[in-house]
């Protein structure tokens, strides 16, 4: 079974300009989550969706957005980049149900100059 | 509001000896569940085991088990028989389990050498 795919793996981008970062999630799997991990914050939620709807939302600016299509694959939005939206981004992706573990991709690792 | 403590920034174990990687969490929820990830340097978090707040038995895999202490809050990780390749930062999470959601709140890790 293919595990959770992000794309794309690295990026440089400047102030101002907006960035789409996508996921596929482990086939099967209608959750998905995205985190920003930084080295100051640590790990932390921005968004769940499940089955096209967002079902939980962290505490980050409207700038961070997402969706997520009928095949489950999702895409992450962040406009305006700031500095400090440096990050790496992971995606992850479970089964429902309430024992079931989050899978994640490799990440994409966001630069911004 | 959940929060994960991890109070080791970094830990060092030679090979084959068991090390201890503490957790301790606090929640208001009577259901949740406790993960332990493995990040390599290489950054894509593998996940390693699980515990719910309602099961009896501490969780067990291969070489690692979960130390689930519920009346402390701690679910301590055992690495039984470290390897070089278990080098890398761990982390706790938890889960609450309202059954609609699946965020999970990380705590900030411990980086774990092992050495020959």
């Known amino acids: 079974k293919a595990g959770v795919t992000q794309t794309p793996r690295y990026l440089i981008k400047t102030r101002g300009q907006q960035v789409t970062l996508s996921c596929s999630p482990i086939s099967g799997h209608r959750s998905v989550s995205w985190y920003q991990q930084t080295p100051g914050q640590g790990l932390q939620f921005l968004f769940e969706y499940f089955s096209e709807t967002q079902r939980n939302k962290g505490n980050f600016p409207g700038r961070f957005s997402g969706r997520q299509f009928s095949n489950s694959r999702s895409e992450m939005n962040v406009s305006t980049l700031e500095l400090g939206d440096s990050a790496l981004y992971l995606c992850?992706?479970?089964?429902?149900?309430?024992?079931?573990?989050?899978?994640f991709g490799d990440g994409t690792r966001l630069s911004i100059l | 509001a959940q929060k994960i403590t991890q109070t080791q920034p970094g830990m060092f174990v030679q090979e084959k000896e068991a090390v201890t990687l503490d957790c301790t969490y606090d929640t208001s929820d009577p259901s949740y569940g406790l993960f332990w990830y493995k990040q390599p340097s290489s950054g894509e978090m593998i996940f390693l085991i699980y515990q719910g707040s309602y099961d009896q038995q501490n969780a067990t895999e291969g070489r690692y088990s979960l130390n689930f202490q519920k009346a402390r809050k701690s679910a301590n990780l055992v690495i039984s028989a470290s390897q070089l390749g278990d080098s890398a930062m761990y982390f706790c999470?938890?889960?609450?389990?309202?059954?609609?959601?699946?965020?999970?709140?990380f705590g900030t890790g411990t980086r774990l050498q092992v050495t020959l």
């Open positions: 992850a992706s479970s089964s429902d149900g309430r024992n079931q573990p989050q899978h």
């Open positions: 999470a938890m889960r609450e389990d309202t059954g609609t959601a699946s965020k999970l709140t």
